[in-house]
Structures are given as structure tokens and as C-alpha cells.
């Protein structure tokens, strides 16, 4: 089998990843705080429970601090009204997937997945995004792949920039993304690095800095992950 997905396995995965860009290009609209009826997954006191069966997790905002959360059937998102954007994305792997895995090995198989399935849908989205930097982190859940994203008109926070002339063109945003497998499942968490926006010209973190930043902060919110036993991906 050659690079090109089967047209079954690309429709599956072209179902899934648009609910994901919704959640990661538009401001949160939910109510504030915790009790949003509209939710597929669950809340058990401060843990969100996806509607996947496949993780749970200490949600990362508050809602004294305008936090948010809004789901999909395999996305979640997590926003706060000052510096938190979170989301969290499982997709199950189906025969021809876990084939691909298990060929081409985790870390080709991870840059194949972002490359081919991921990073088109913000490109197509975001005019001039780009990959800053991406690198296979083999001490992360037994391998992994870290992306740092930059994002023109991205980020989730320009409507907080009341110093902004009127006609200067959008901030780009910068967003880290981790991807990991576990079980037959693939996760994306994602966040972007909100105070390369809102803190302005007073701004001087190095894009090294920042990466070590973003690692950081999404290696925090893995660890605030448990991964529960999941539904088996279809053989």
C-alpha cells in the first residue's frame, strides 16, 4: 500500500477533522461555565468525559473566569475570557490506518497523519499558515509528534485587542499541537500561545522559547488526561 489513503478511509477521516477545525477557528459562543446542555460528553464535577469513551480530563478553565467548553462528537474545546484555548480531538483507527501505523512506524506515521489529514484543513482555512517547526518526541507517550503552527487572522483572542488600528492586518497567532496514539485511537491537543497576541510590542520571547513554551504547557495537559478503555476501531 502506497501513500494515497483507500477513498474509504479518506471520507472517514474528512467526516471527522471538519468538526475539529470548527472548534479550532472560531471564538466560543457556549454559555459561560460548565453547565452547557448541549454537550455530547459528560462533566463529573471538574472532568470533562468524552463522548468517544476514550479519555477524560481535568478541565483546563474556570468558569469564574468565563470558562467554556463546547463538544462534538469526537472534539472538545476549552475556552476561557483571558488566556486559555484548548481542544482536544480523538479519531479511531480503522484497519487500513492501524496497517499504516504499523508499517511505516510511529514517527512517519504520525508526520503522515498531521501532514495529510491535519494541517490542509488549516491551511485551506488560514491564508499563509504554516508550519514553523515540527519534531518527533520519542519520550512522550512512547513517541509522538509536536507541531508549532503559525496562523494568520488564528487566533481565538483578536477580538481582546483594543490597541489595534483598525486596518493593520491580523496577528498571527502561533498554536502547538501533540499528537499521540493510544489504543487503536489517534489525539490532537492543541493551544495556542496566547500571549504572543495579546501582550503586543511588548512581546520577546524567541520562537525557541516559545516552542519550549507550547511543549510544556501541552505535556501539562496530557498529563491531565486519563485514557479510559475505548470502543474497538472497526476491523
Known amino acids: 500500500m502506497n501513500d494515497a489513503v483507500s477513498s474509504q478511509v479518506l471520507m472517514s477521516m474528512l467526516r471527522f477533522l471538519p468538526l475539529l477545525l470548527v472548534l479550532t477557528t472560531a471564538p466560543l459562543v457556549a454559555q459561560s461555565g460548565y453547565s452547557n446542555p448541549a454537550l455530547n460528553g459528560r462533566i463529573e464535577g471538574k472532568t470533562y468525559l468524552s463522548p468517544t469513551g476514550t479519555f477524560k480530563v481535568a478541565i483546563p478553565v474556570l468558569p469564574e473566569l468565563g470558562g467554556r467548553i463546547v463538544d462534538t462528537e469526537s472534539a472538545v474545546t476549552f475556552q476561557d475570557n483571558f488566556n486559555v484555548f484548548v481542544t482536544i480531538a480523538a479519531f479511531p483507527l480503522d484497519a487500513t490506518q492501524r496497517w499504516e501505523l504499523a508499517t511505516r512506524g510511529k514517527k512517519d506515521y504520525l508526520t503522515y497523519f498531521f501532514g495529510n489529514f491535519v494541517m490542509p484543513d488549516f491551511q ?34 483578536s477580538h481582546k485587542l483594543t490597541f489595534r488600528a483598525p486596518d493593520s492586518p491580523p496577528p498571527v497567532a502561533k498554536r502547538g499541537n501533540l499528537i499521540v496514539t493510544h489504543d487503536d485511537w489517534i489525539f490532537i491537543i492543541s493551544t495556542e500561545l496566547t500571549e504572543r497576541v495579546l501582550e503586543g510590542d511588548a512581546y520577546q520571547k524567541t520562537p525557541q522559547q516559545e516552542n519550549d513554551l507550547l511543549r510544556q504547557r501541552l ?3 496530557l498529563g491531565k488526561m486519563q485514557f479510559t478503555p475505548p470502543p474497538k476501531a472497526d476491523r
Open 124 to 157: 485551506r482555512t488560514f491564508a499563509g499558515a504554516s508550519v514553523e517547526e515540527a519534531k518527533y518526541a520519542p519520550s512522550i507517550m512512547d513517541g509522538s509528534l509536536l507541531a508549532y503552527l503559525l496562523l494568520p487572522g488564528g487566533s481565538m483572542f
Open 219 to 221: 505535556v501539562e495537559l
